[in-house]
């Protein structure tokens, strides 16, 4: 069975950069074709981030352009997230997902909180 | 982020029904499948509806959802106490490149 899993740093200071892993486990991120960062804050509720494709393309929604890189790693069954020029507006609980198309995500990792403080 | 409205909170009792709406417009919902989502406490996010009336394998008919023009809802029958929850709708802006959103979330209680 597909699971996800997100790792990274709980803590982040202003101004660096929040990177995050998606592990894949139960199957092969290549067999599916798009994957996606969505984050959570009290503030904004559930917000998406961008997605990375199967060929190793990306898209991004335009609040986060500017600063985000999505990757894709076949040799680790993962995909990644990086965040740049952090603020405390970006503590959220950040979660992977996938697209399983028609704009709906099927299956999500349980998430990881991440606080931006110095 | 949130240009879909959704009521901040709904309550109802156990075994009874709620609906919760998801108000958007014509290019978003209006033009766009919808999904629902089911977000517990400390567990990953669940998706509930996907193409406005789906449901995947394994959730429970008393779940269900429909659109009118620029409006969905989801609707949720036979309330159990685990039912307590956020849940989210989400679907895609047309006429924004990278358009994929989420409304802002409705906290169900079940009294």
């Known amino acids: 069975q597909l699971q996800l899993q997100e790792s990274g740093p709980g803590l982040v200071k202003p101004s660096g950069t929040l990177s995050l892993t998606c592990s894949v486990s139960g199957g092969s991120v290549v067999s599916y074709k798009w994957w996606t960062w969505v984050r959570q804050s009290p503030a904004q509720g559930l917000e998406w981030i961008g997605e990375?494709?199967?060929?190793?393309?990306?898209i991004y929604h335009n609040s986060f352009k500017s600063r985000v890189a999505m990757s894709f790693d076949e040799s680790n069954n993962s995909f990644s997230l990086e965040l740049h020029s952090v603020t405390a507006a970006d503590t959220a609980v950040y979660y992977c997902?996938?697209?399983?198309?028609?704009?709906?995500?099927?299956?999500w990792g349980p998430g990881t909180a991440v606080i931006v403080s110095s | 982020q949130s240009v879909l409205t959704q009521p901040p909170s709904v309550s109802a009792a156990p075994g009874h029904s709620v609906t919760i709406s998801c108000s958007g417009g014509t290019s978003d919902i209006g033009d766009n499948y919808v999904s629902w989502y089911q977000l517990l406490p400390g567990t990953a996010p669940k998706l509930l509806i996907y193409e406005t009336s789906q449901r995947p394998s394994g959730v429970p008919d008393r779940f269900s959802a429909s659109k009118s023009g620029t409006s969905a809802t989801l609707h949720i029958a036979g309330l159990q106490t685990g039912d307590e929850a956020d849940y989210f709708c989400g679907t895609w802006d047309s006429n924004v490149y990278a358009g994929r959103m989420f409304g802002g979330g409705t906290k169900l209680t079940v009294l």
């Open positions: 997902a996938r697209h399983r198309g028609s704009n709906a995500f099927d299956l």
């Open positions: 990375v494709y199967q060929t190793g393309s990306t």
